[in-house]
């Protein structure tokens, strides 16, 4: 089992619509989560970060956290074509000397 | 604004070479990082550093080595590099004192070995 497990996609969305991006960990001790946005051959750009339970909203998008399930997700409301990208998931463990690990991504692609 | 850069966006060597990737932040963060990113397997850690001249062997050390001696630069070496260390290499840093401890990327150098 990967530590940081996301479904690689495509995940295909019309203009408008939400995008719902999953995430699971496997560290039941993780404390901070954070999603980033690749554009292709760009590199990784922090959009959210989250340690605690529930929702944390920031325009567009939202993360939800829900750590008895271990799992992240991320919400981008009234999606638009430059959200296309990939979206990983990176969580920071407290063992192992705090290192942040990171998912494979999931790539979104928005229609126009 | 958090701003790291990398010395080459892309780079083409040859195998045997020994290869030198820069990394340097302004934000005077404690936390650096070297990732190398390739399809399918996602962003590996390398190396890191928490300090001026200390590191940590991350995921995948084997065949490179790295140096900090000063707090605004990290430096990964390839000793002799080879064809399977083509790939999108990745530098991070991060502050220590953030409730998060969120890394920051720069630009990325994308290294190709002939």
Known sequence: ?????????????????????????????SQSFFWYRQYSGKSPELIMSIYSNGDKEDGRFTAQLNKASQYVSLLIRDSQP??????LCAVRRNTGGFKTIFGAGTRLFVKA | ?????????????????????????????ENMFW?????????RLIYFSYDVKMKEK??????????????????????????????????ASSFSGSSYNEQFFGPGTRLTVL
């Open chain 2, 35 to 43: 990732y190398r990113q390739d399809p399918g397997l996602g962003l």
């Open chain 2, 1 to 29: 604004d958090v701003k790291v850069t990398q010395s080459s966006r892309y780079l083409v060597k040859r195998t045997g070479e020994k290869v030198f990737l820069e990394c340097v932040q302004d934000m005077d963060h």
């Open chain 1, 82 to 87: 430059s959200d296309s990208a990939t979206y």
């Open chain 1, 1 to 29: 089992q990967k530590e940081v497990e996301q479904n690689s996609g495509p995940l295909s969305v019309p203009e408008g619509a939400i995008a719902s991006l999953n995430c699971t960990y496997s560290d039941r001790v």
């Open chain 2, 58 to 91: 991350g995921d995948i050390p084997e065949g490179y080595s790295v140096s900090r001696e000063k707090k605004e630069r990290f430096s990964l070496i390839l000793e002799s590099a080879s064809t399977n260390q083509t790939s999108m290499y990745l530098c």
